[in-house]
């Protein structure tokens, strides 16, 4: 029988909708902090005297400590209390905010942006996991799922405005501090409106699995950081890569092993989640790699200036919200495994129609059609994956869930920019030697785009394949849990 989260009760119950809100403007401020430092960067190199290689770092630092420490702070929130950990994070986000806001030296702001990141891996997957717990029905859950992920489409697609806003009328210095007030209500109002939640039976963390899950996950974001810097064959980055891979092994050996494991491998092994997770890792490769090759064609190949390329990004977050709201709809009516095969199709047809965005095409002609169609593919695909990435999680591992969905997602990103964007590079340098450079940066755009619509084409095979018949993750989870029911009563 299906696993149902007990600790909703019934004052909870009607907070619920506040509570959402909440945490969907705290998801809002983490994900506007993914990208929205890209167009202040040369303004911090210029107050602030960075080199070109330390300025990457701005970036970098946030990414490494977000990707990296998900495991460990998702199973601390099923541990210590799922409130208490976002809160956590919360406050050390917005400390970390104001340091970066007021930062004099380049060290005190990438050190700033690393806290923050860090902030991020503890409130976002305790965030999610609160959220699961909050709405355990399918039909519910899958509209709150539409609601985050809506929130977090626009802090994605809005970072490269605002930043772009703040930092020409103001100083790059307000992109971290309007972090303040959003970071100062969640930490007033939440306590209020959701109650504590943790594992119903105690447990200890298991400390050489935080260690070897937390080292690996550091050493592969690093190294695939690298990659776009040096390349896949320089050893800054097969170094890091490599030691990932080895203490990935020495990490799946000490989890067999251990009583309470820090991500127990039947987490993992059960389908519905697996393919959930591999379908977005994928997923986030492919998104990830366009969004970033869109808006470096957009300004180098269609010569926009960069905040009218943020602009021109705007209704990719109105083509996602078009998604969201169909998506919940799609899961209850359809099935999660049909509105997932359809949705990923609606997204590779997408960025087909983006591949062939050629120099001389204009905007309404040429962008906004592939930006619209890709757009609204992903907003249906969002909220189905994570309804099936977290099918059957409860109070004893709701956050690890979360967790291993979140890193998955920063993983696939991280993997889908490093390898498409440097395909993307090594054509247009070779086109470049024979054609025009335009026409060279193009090809290369173009495919790029193509092999992230053949991933996406993968994802629809495996999800119709191997994630089962049954309309719901539910109906899935129930079959699986006959047997051991079967095996109890007799």
């Known amino acids: 029988m299906t696993s149902v989260p007990t600790t909703v009760t019934a004052n909870a119950l009607g907070r619920r909708g506040p509570a959402l809100v909440v945490l969907c403007f705290v998801q809002f ?46 199973r601390m929130a099923d541990l210590l209390g799922r409130r208490r950990v976002f809160l956590t994070g919360v406050v050390l986000f917005g400390a970390a905010s104001l340091i970066c806001g007021l930062a004099q030296e380049p060290w005190q702001l990438v050190a700033g942006r690393f806290v923050q990141g860090a902030g991020a891996a503890m409130a976002s997957p305790a965030a999610l996991a609160l959220i699961t717990l909050l709405f355990p029905g399918t039909e519910e859950r899958a509209k709150a799922f539409g609601v985050w992920g809506g929130i977090a489409a626009l802090g994605g697609t809005t970072g490269l405005v605002i930043s772009g806003a703040l930092t020409g009328l103001a100083s790059w210095r307000w992109i971290f501090l309007i972090n303040l007030p959003v970071a100062l209500a969640a930490v007033v109002l939440l306590p209020r409106l959701v109650p504590e939640s943790r594992a119903g039976r105690p447990a200890r963390l298991d400390v050489p699995g935080a260690v070897l899950g937390t080292g690996a996950l550091v050493s592969l974001v690093y190294g695939l950081l690298r990659t776009g810097e040096s390349g896949w064959g320089a050893t800054a980055a097969a170094g890091p890569l490599l030691l990932a891979v080895l203490l990935a092994v020495a990490f799946v050996a000490a989890e067999a092993r251990t009583a309470e494991p820090l991500v127990p491998l039947s987490l993992l092994s059960f389908r519905v989640r697996a393919v959930a997770n591999g379908a ?33 990004y705007l209704p990719y977050g109105t083509g996602i919200l078009a998604g969201m709201w169909l998506s919940s709809r799609a899961v209850v009516r359809l099935g999660v495994r049909p509105a997932l095969v359809m949705s990923f199709l609606i997204s590779a047809a997408g960025l087909l129609l983006l591949s062939g965005v050629a120099p001389s095409d204009g905007y309404a002609s040429g962008v906004l059609p592939g930006m619209l169609v890709t757009s609204l593919g992903c907003g249906l695909s969002l909220p189905a994956l994570t309804v099936a990435a977290l099918t059957g999680t409860t109070e004893e591992n709701a956050g690890l869930g979360s967790a291993v969905l979140s890193s998955v997602q920063q993983v696939g990103g991280a993997v889908g920019v490093a390898v498409l964007v440097a395909l993307a590079s090594r054509r247009s340098d070779v086109l470049a030697a024979q054609d025009d ?33 049954s309309r719901r993750p539910e109906d899935a989870l129930d079959a699986a849990e006959a047997p051991a029911d079967h095996a109890n009563r007799t």
């Open 437 to 469: 450079p335009l026409r060279a940066a193009t090809e290369g755009f173009s495919l790029a785009l193509t092999v992230a619509a053949a991933l996406l084409t993968l994802g629809a095979v495996l999800i119709g394949i191997l994630l089962g018949k």
């Open 280 to 312: 977005t890792l994928l997923f986030s490769a492919a998104m990830y790699a366009m969004a970033f090759l869109l808006m470096v064609h957009m300004q180098t190949v269609l010569g926009y200036r960069p905040l009218t390329a943020g602009v021109a």
């Open 29 to 74: 401020m983490l994900v506007l902090d993914d990208n929205v430092v890209s167009v202040a960067l040369p303004s911090m190199r210029e107050d602030l005297g960075f080199s070109t290689a330390g300025l990457a770092w701005v970036v970098n630092a946030y990414f490494l400590a977000f990707g990296g420490l998900l495991l460990l702070f998702g």
